[in-house]
């Protein structure tokens, strides 16, 4: 089991260019709000639903994200709930933003998110709608996938609510505890978590630190504090649908230490393909055995992670291994982490540029700020499976001719 992980945040200090500083003070969190320097839960919830890029999403679980806001206070039979984000390939983040005080209002919290996620896995995709049409602050002008799609339609409608509603079906869900004070051990979730061994949630606790400046602007700084994925528990596999779901607790799977000393699950590569067809359909299968066939005629190794597996090439002079591209469960190729590899090794950074270059003129998609194409659906993939595969023998033959 793994042990106590706080949340231990220093004083910011802000620097300006004249050399003069600023020491920040902290704001306490307060359920009332008496004066101007303090701020309530309402405050919260408005800054994150109109900047949800200031949850570290994708350090937790990257198969929600980008994530976007879609509703405030969404009723349901349990509750309302303070945020819902969602993401373009049917992913579903809830949000809850409370104090983390003492041991009991931890409990109570913690089973308050989960009771929201049993609720949602009530739902249909179009039980999901109606609700978020009913709260607060609904985003959506239209239906939702339009307007998670507004900038991309890289995903089909089709596949868009098949996702969505295996997802809710099996509790496929991020949920996400965020306030002040939120330094809450490790173990002692896990243990709680036992509890509720009902949905294929992640769960995230974030203390979200809240600054005052001199002129009365604030400062925000996130912090993850724990992870579901970083807590040995067990497997659930949900049967059933709506109100006959039932909950089989499996052996919990092999666990691996990370560089924090806390566990994190690992799969095999059986373990992923179930996992797989689970969140992408049947189909995706074909296309990640073509991937890995592929990647062992080029001599790259298949990490597996929680919810993806990482190609990487090991490296000719020793070290640690290049990551060329990741594979979701969620169906998509994601491209990273090769810029900053190449510069720890001091190698040229033009073999990323062109790499990457190849991939976004290929699969004709966006770079990033900073320089990595943006992620590739299995359906690109499908269309033109031989522009992965030139992309990354040229990026292999550069690295191996680099290092020789």
Same mark, same amino acid.
């Given at each position: 089991?793994?042990g106590?992980?706080?949340?231990?945040h220093?004083?910011?200090l802000?620097?300006?260019?004249?050399?003069?500083?600023?020491?920040l003070?902290r704001i306490?969190?307060?359920?009332d709000?008496?004066?101007a320097?303090?701020?309530?839960?309402?405050?919260l919830?408005k800054v994150?639903?109109?900047?949800?890029e200031?949850?570290?999403? !994708?350090?937790?679980d990257?198969?929600?994200?980008?994530?976007?806001?879609?509703?405030?206070?969404?009723p349901?039979?349990?509750g309302?709930?303070?945020?819902?984000l969602?993401s373009?390939?049917?992913y579903?983040t809830?949000?809850?933003?409370?104090?983390?005080?003492?041991?009991?209002?931890r409990?109570?919290?913690?089973g308050?998110?989960?009771?929201?996620?049993?609720?949602?896995?009530?739902?249909?995709?179009?039980?999901?709608?109606?609700?978020?049409?009913?709260?607060?602050?609904y985003a959506?002008t239209? @239906?939702?996938? !339009?307007?998670?799609?507004?900038?991309?339609r890289?995903?089909?409608?089709?596949?868009?609510?098949?996702?969505?509603?295996?997802?809710l079906?099996?509790?496929?869900?991020?949920?996400?505890?965020?306030? @002040?004070?939120?330094?809450e051990s490790?173990?002692?979730?896990a243990?709680?978590?036992?509890?509720?061994?009902?949905l294929?949630?992640?769960?995230?606790?974030?203390?979200?630190?809240?600054?005052?400046?001199?002129?009365?602007?604030?400062?925000?700084?996130?912090?993850?504090?724990?992870?579901?994925?970083?807590?040995?528990?067990?497997v659930?596999?949900?049967?059933?649908?709506?109100?006959?779901?039932?909950?089989?607790?499996?052996?919990s799977p092999e666990?691996?230490?990370?560089?924090?000393?806390?566990?994190r699950?690992?799969?095999?590569?059986?373990?992923?393909?179930s996992?797989?067809?689970?969140?992408?359909?049947?189909?995706?299968?074909?296309?990640?055995?073509?991937?890995?066939?592929?990647?062992?005629?080029?001599e790259?190794?298949?990490d597996?992670?929680?919810?993806?597996?990482?190609?990487?090439l090991p490296?000719?002079?020793?070290?640690?291994?290049?990551?060329?591209?990741?594979?979701?469960t969620?169906?998509?190729i994601?491209?990273?982490y090769?810029?900053?590899?190449?510069?720890?090794?001091?190698?040229?950074l033009?073999?990323?540029?062109?790499?990457?270059?190849?991939?976004?003129?290929?699969?004709?998609?966006?770079?990033?700020?900073?320089?990595?194409?943006?992620?590739?659906?299995?359906?690109?993939?499908r269309?033109?499976p031989?522009a992965l595969?030139?992309?990354?023998?040229?990026?292999?033959?550069?690295?191996?001719?680099?290092?020789?």
């Open positions: 089991m793994a106590t992980m706080r949340a231990a220093g004083s910011p802000i620097v300006n260019a004249d050399g003069s500083t600023e020491a003070e306490p969190f307060e359920q709000v008496s004066d320097t303090r701020y309530d839960e309402a405050w919830q994150i639903f109109q900047n949800p200031v949850l570290p999403v !994708t350090e937790i990257r198969s929600f994200a980008p994530a976007l806001p879609v509703a405030r206070e969404v349901t039979a349990a309302s709930i303070d945020v819902v969602a373009p390939t049917g579903v809830l949000i809850e933003t409370k104090l983390w005080r003492n041991p009991e209002a409990r109570t919290v913690v308050q998110i989960i009771e929201y996620a049993k609720e949602f896995a009530k739902w249909t995709p179009g039980d999901l709608e109606s609700a978020l049409k009913r709260s607060l602050g959506a239209g @239906d939702l996938y !339009t307007y998670l799609q507004r900038d991309s890289d995903v089909s409608q089709q596949d868009f609510s098949d996702t969505l509603a295996l997802n079906e099996r509790g496929r869900l991020l949920l996400l505890l965020v306030g @002040d004070g939120i330094r490790v173990q002692e979730i243990e709680y978590l036992q509890r509720f061994a009902q294929q949630f992640t769960l995230g606790l974030v203390d979200l630190a809240v600054y005052q400046r001199n002129d009365g602007s604030r400062l925000l700084v996130p912090r993850v504090v724990s992870r579901t994925r970083e807590v040995t528990r067990a659930i596999r949900i049967e059933g649908v709506g109100a006959g779901i039932v909950a089989h607790v499996d052996a666990t691996e230490r990370g560089t924090s000393g806390s566990e699950f690992t799969l095999n590569e059986g373990d992923f393909m996992q797989l067809e689970r969140e992408s359909g049947p189909a995706a299968r074909a296309i990640v055995v073509e991937i890995l066939d592929f990647m062992r005629e080029v790259l190794v298949a597996f992670k929680q919810s993806s597996f990482t190609a990487r490296n000719p002079a020793g070290g640690s291994a290049f990551s060329l591209f990741n594979v979701d969620n169906g998509t994601v491209f990273g090769l810029r900053t590899q190449l510069e720890r090794h001091g190698l040229p033009q073999v990323q540029e062109k790499y990457a270059n190849t991939v976004a003129r290929e699969f004709r998609v966006a770079t990033d700020k900073w320089g990595y194409p943006n992620s590739v659906s299995f359906k690109k993939f269309e033109n031989a595969k030139a992309a990354v023998i040229e990026v292999v033959a550069a690295l191996r001719t680099t290092e020789a």
